[in-house]
């Protein structure tokens, strides 16, 4: 089953769009962080089409698949990372809310 470029282009662009709206919109860490992962997802996605576009004559172009290794690498960073600022901020105020984290400055 071939799926057109364009279809993907869209379903990238939907994706990022909603993650950009969970990101701005929500208060809570936990789907900020999620809203993140999709918006890389999509970028993912954008990247295997991009790189199914310009392939040449049956030979698939690497690009695409190696810079969506490397956002799958950046994306595990961050989901660690963000994971661990998160349990210290539910420790620490008992809530996972990010409106919070603004009374930790010092």
């Known amino acids: 089953m071939n799926v057109p470029h364009q279809h993907l282009l869209i379903l990238a662009g939907a994706l990022f769009g ?9 208060r809570n860490a936990i789907i900020v962080l999620a809203s993140v992962e999709l918006m890389l997802n999509a970028a993912n996605l954008a990247f295997i089409t991009g790189s199914r576009i310009h392939s040449t004559a049956g030979r698939p172009s690497l690009e695409g698949p190696i810079f969506t290794l490397f956002v799958i690498l950046i994306a595990a960073a961050e989901a660690a990372i963000g994971l661990a600022l998160v349990i210290a901020l539910y420790r620490l105020k008992q809530t996972a809310e990010l409106d919070t984290s603004s009374e ?3």
Do not use: A, D
């Not at 909603?18 to 929500?26: M, T």
């Open 18 to 26: 909603l993650g950009c709206l969970g990101f701005l919109l929500r």
């Open 104 to 106: 930790l400055r010092g």
